[in-house]
C-alpha cells in the first residue's frame, strides 16, 4: 500500500516517543497522508526486547497510543493533542527488533472534545502485528504544558521530506 505524503509533524527532544536527544526513545518521525491518516515510522533497538528479539507489548501500545492521539493534529493543528482516556490492543504476531517498522492510524469519531481513532502496527512484509481503539480527549498545548515547551522543546520534525510511504512488499 502506498501513502502520499502532505506533511510531516513536530517532534519534541526529550518525549520517549519522538524525542531527538532522549537517548532510550523511539525517534519516531511522524508524516500525514492525503487520506487523513498518521504514519509513524520507527526501529526499536534491543533496550526495548521482552523475549529475545521481540519488541516489549508495552512499547507496541505506547507508539500505538502517540499515533492515535496525534491523528487529531491532521484537522486541529500541531498545537492540538489527544490526551488518552482509553485504549485497547489485540497482538496478533511478535513484533521484531532493530527493523523499521510502522503505525498507521486516524480519527474514526469526532465528537469535538473527545474523539476515537484506531491504529495498526505494521511489520516490514505488511502484515498487521497490533491493532488498537482508543479514545481520547482533545487537548490544547497551552492547557497542558507551560510555554517554554512550546518555545524551546516542540520543534521542527529532522525527518526526512518524504513524497510517499509503501507499506508492505
Known amino acids: 500500500m502506498k501513502f502520499d505524503i502532505v506533511n510531516r509533524q513536530k517532534i519534541s527532544k526529550n518525549c520517549f516517543v519522538c524525542g531527538v536527544e532522549n537517548d532510550l526513545g523511539l525517534k519516531t518521525k511522524f508524516y500525514e497522508t492525503s487520506s487523513e491518516e498518521i504514519i509513524a515510522v520507527f526501529t526499536p533497538n534491543d533496550k526495548l526486547q521482552s523475549y529475545p528479539n521481540i519488541l516489549h507489548g508495552g512499547i507496541s501500545a505506547t507508539i500505538l497510543d502517540e499515533t492515535i492521539g ?8 500541531a ?6 482516556v482509553e485504549l485497547n490492543l489485540r497482538y496478533k504476531k511478535p513484533v521484531p527488533l532493530n527493523q523499521e517498522l510502522k503505525v498507521v492510524a486516524r480519527v474514526t469519531s469526532d465528537r469535538g472534545r473527545l474523539f476515537e481513532g484506531s491504529g495498526e502496527l505494521i511489520l516490514p512484509n ?13 487537548r490544547e498545548i497551552k492547557d497542558i504544558i507551560d510555554k517554554d515547551f512550546s518555545e524551546e522543546e516542540w520543534i521542527a520534525s529532522d525527518a526526512k521530506d518524504l513524497k510517499t510511504i509503501k507499506i508492505g512488499e
Open 126 to 138: 505488511g502484515d498487521v502485528a497490533v491493532t488498537a481503539k482508543g479514545k481520547y480527549m482533545k
Open 70 to 77: 496525534r491523528a487529531l493534529m491532521i484537522k486541529y493543528g
Open 79 to 84: 498545537d492540538s493533542f489527544g490526551v488518552t
